[in-house]
Antibody, heavy 119, light 107 residues
Framework: QVQLVQSGAEVREPGASVKVSCKASGYTFSTYGITWMRQAPGHGLEWMGW????????KYAQNFQGRVIMTTDTSTSTAYVELGRLRSDDTAVYFCARSLGPGSYVGYWGQGTLVTVSS | DIQLTQSPSTLSASVGDRVTITCRAS??????LAWYQQKPGKAPKLLIY???RLESGVPSRFSGSGSGTEFTLTISSLQPDDFATYYCQQYSSFPLTFGGGTKAEIK
């Protein structure tokens, strides 16, 4: 069955960076892209961007341009999102999810990774 | 950015009730709209895509309708497992955006 398993919770100080992983299984990794989203405590969902696992094409949300890097490792079927220059309002649960394209709904989701930014 | 406004933000209903949630877009998204259900501490789950297409495995009591700027999610007979928060999402233009959510509570 399709599964996306994310790395564990992280705590960072303001100004630092964090890298979250998302390991896919149960399907051919290169046939679906990976969308990254986040949800601040008690708030709604925010789309961060999408990466193609086939050719590395990327679409970032303007709000994160210059601070976010999305990558994939096809040898391990793993996607990564790295967010730099962290601020307290980056505290959120970060989700990866499988999607056909950058402008697509998302089907299967990872379990989420809580990133806490605090001094 | 396209703004999605959901109403109501909270609804109180009983098991067996018919429930309707509305999602209004600030500009047309054609039929590129999805609905998700989220329970506390869990990832969202896809219910509906392309405004009215039921995701495989989702109970038929869920249905979606609409196009352009106005959409509805209907639960024909609310079940105990349906008490959750529901989000709409547009994927017509970047950045993809979500509505603020509708929390379905037990009356």
């Amino acid at each position: 069955q399709v599964q996306l398993v994310q790395s564990g919770a992280e705590v960072r100080e303001p100004g630092a960076s964090v890298k979250v992983s998302c390991k896919a299984s149960g399907y051919t990794f290169s046939t679906y892209g990976i969308t990254w989203m986040r949800q601040a405590p008690g708030h709604g969902l925010e789309w961060m961007g999408w990466i193609s696992t086939y050719n590395g094409d990327i679409k970032y949300a303007q709000n994160f341009q210059g601070r976010v890097i999305m990558t994939t490792d096809t040898s391990t079927s793993t996607a990564y999102v790295e967010l730099g220059r962290l601020r307290s309002d980056d505290t959120a649960v970060y989700f990866c999810a499988r999607s056909l394209g950058p402008g697509s709904y998302v089907g299967y989701w990872g379990q989420g990774t809580l990133v806490t930014v605090s001094s | 950015d396209i703004q999605l406004t959901q109403s109501p933000s909270t609804l109180s209903a009983s098991v067996g009730d018919r429930v309707t949630i509305t999602c209004r877009a600030s500009q047309s998204v054609s039929s590129w709209l999805a609905w998700y259900q989220q329970k506390p501490g869990k990832a969202p789950k896809l219910l509906i895509y392309e405004a009215s297409r039921l995701e495989s495995g989702v109970p038929s009591r869920f249905s979606g309708s609409g196009s352009g700027t106005e959409f509805t999610l209907t639960i024909s007979s609310l079940q105990p497992d349906d008490f959750a928060t529901y989000y709409c999402q547009q994927y017509s233009s970047f950045p993809l955006t979500f509505g603020g959510g509708t929390k379905a509570e037990i009356k």
